[in-house]
């Protein structure tokens, strides 16, 4: 049976964030934004003190032990404040801590996971490269066996929260035929701690959105990592990237959603505000259609995320629904921000109202975990019947109870 409503413990949460961002975010995210400050104390600091840093890992691993429609509103909630925000819950609790979750070992559960679901430590996730983004199978970098650890080596860019988190999840080469091959079998995913000799990281410095999070690279120079710290098996790593892109896209879809309904919600205060020719602009029926279809956009966002999400949920598998949910809620949202920019007139196109920094956030996930053209591509594929999901060794654990775990 399928329930649209949400559950009292989900209707806490939403309400929780919306006070805390009125009080701990709203206020200073201008001045943030303008000075491409990423206000790590305020914001990791309250997002783990509201237990969203690891609101779906269990309670026996540190986190909140809600469910991932939970995840859904958290980060719907989160990107109505700023996309700076979503993209935290997208790398960490997304991207790394579920795929820990899933895949990881007791050992690698304890020793990584419980202070990531704590908020104590922050993660993030290594697959792009200077040479290679959609196409992930090109990418460099190297782990060579060397006793019982492993040297890596290799670049990854545009990595949200390069320099801020304590653990990333690199996608490597281990196999050096299958690399040449490109066969996606030779790669392996390791947990890699900042503070490994050889790890060096910095800021996309040229960045033009998402000014108020933080984007950058890092390099890995005869990084030792220990066997231990292979998440999986070797030549897993392929399918944990993917694995770990159903669960980050999907707070990216409900992000997005958020994004429209900021984009929708700031538009409807202004052409109440705004008149011209001796009305509210809202009276003009052209300002109607575009903020209709934010309305229409929204709705449609949040009925694929929610899908997503009670799919997950049940233990199904979900890369199809989360691809389609992810690709209409970030186009949708780009949409959603011009339209805002556009109703503004001119106001819109200044700092001094909250639409342009919309405008500049919603492209970038337009761009990551997928882009636009990719999600077109798989979901075309699947309709033509190129393309299926084969099951995976792990999967994400269902969630069919109460939303505590
Ligand atoms: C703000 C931000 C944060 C990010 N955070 C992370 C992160 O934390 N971790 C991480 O690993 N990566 C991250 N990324 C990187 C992101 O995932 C890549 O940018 C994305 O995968 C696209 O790769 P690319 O930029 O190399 O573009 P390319 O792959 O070079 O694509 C360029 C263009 O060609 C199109 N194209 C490519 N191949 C095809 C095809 N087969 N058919 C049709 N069109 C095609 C693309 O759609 C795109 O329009 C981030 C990016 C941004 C902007």
């Known amino acids: 049976m399928i329930d649209f409503t949400l559950s009292d413990e989900h209707h806490l949460l939403e309400q929780s964030i919306r006070e805390w961002g ?10 943030n934004d303008r000075a491409h400050r990423f206000d790590r104390e305020r914001i990791l600091g309250g997002m783990a003190t509201l237990g969203l840093l690891g609101i779906s890992i269990p309670q026996e691993y540190g986190g909140a032990g809600m469910d991932y429609i939970a995840l859904g509103v958290a980060s719907e909630e989160l990107e ?3 996309t700076s925000l979503r993209v935290i819950m997208s790398v960490h609790a997304g991207l790394n801590c579920l795929s820990l ?3 990881g070992t007791e050992a690698q559960k304890q020793r990584y996971l419980v202070p990531q679901a704590q908020g104590t430590k922050i993660s993030g996730y290594g697959l792009t490269e200077p040479g290679a983004g959609s ?3 090109h990418i460099q970098t190297t782990a060579t066996k060397r006793g019982d650890r492993y040297i890596l080596n290799g670049e990854k860019t545009w990595i949200s929260l390069a320099n801020v988190a304590d653990h990333f999840l690199v996608i490597a080469w281990t196999d050096a035929e299958k690399k040449k091959q490109g066969d ?3 790669m392996t995913a390791f947990i890699v701690e900042r503070t490994f000799k050889g790890f060096s990281s910095g800021a996309m410095k040229e960045k033009w959105g998402i000014l108020a999070g933080d984007t950058g690279f890092f390099k890995m120079d005869d990084v ?3 066997e231990e710290n ?3 098996t070797l030549g897993e790593g392929f399918k944990i990237a993917m694995f770990s892109l159903d669960q980050g896209r999907y707070t990216v879809a409900a992000g997005a959603t958020g994004l429209v309904r900021a984009c929708r919600d700031a538009s409807v205060k202004y052409a109440r505000e705004r008149k011209t020719f001796g009305v509210e602009i809202g009276q003009h029926q052209l300002v109607k259609e575009m903020i209709a279809g934010m309305e229409s956009d929204y709705q449609s966002a949040r009925l694929l995320w929610l899908r997503a999400g009670w799919m997950k949920n049940q233990g199904m598998r979900n890369t199809r629904e989360t691809g389609l949910a992810k690709w209409f809620a970030t186009v949708a949202s780009e949409k959603a921000a011009s339209d805002a920019v556009q109703i503004h007139g001119a106001n819109g196109y200044s700092d001094e109202y909250p639409v342009g920094r919309f405008f500049r956030n919603c492209k970038a996930a337009v761009i990551y975990e997928g882009t636009r053209e990719i999600h077109k591509l798989m979901q075309a594929d699947y309709l033509l019947g190129y393309r299926t999901d084969r099951p995976t060794r792990c999967v994400l654990p269902p969630h069919t109870g109460d939303v505590k775990g």
């Not at 009125?22 to 001045?31: C, G």
């Open 22 to 31: 009125a009080r701990e975010v709203l206020p200073y995210i201008h001045d």
């Open 135 to 137: 196409d992930a199978r």
């Open 80 to 82: 109505y404040l700023d």
């Open 224 to 226: 030792e990592v220990p």
């Open 230 to 232: 292979i998440l999986g």
């Open 101 to 103: 979750l899933s895949w």
């Open 184 to 186: 996606p079998s030779g």
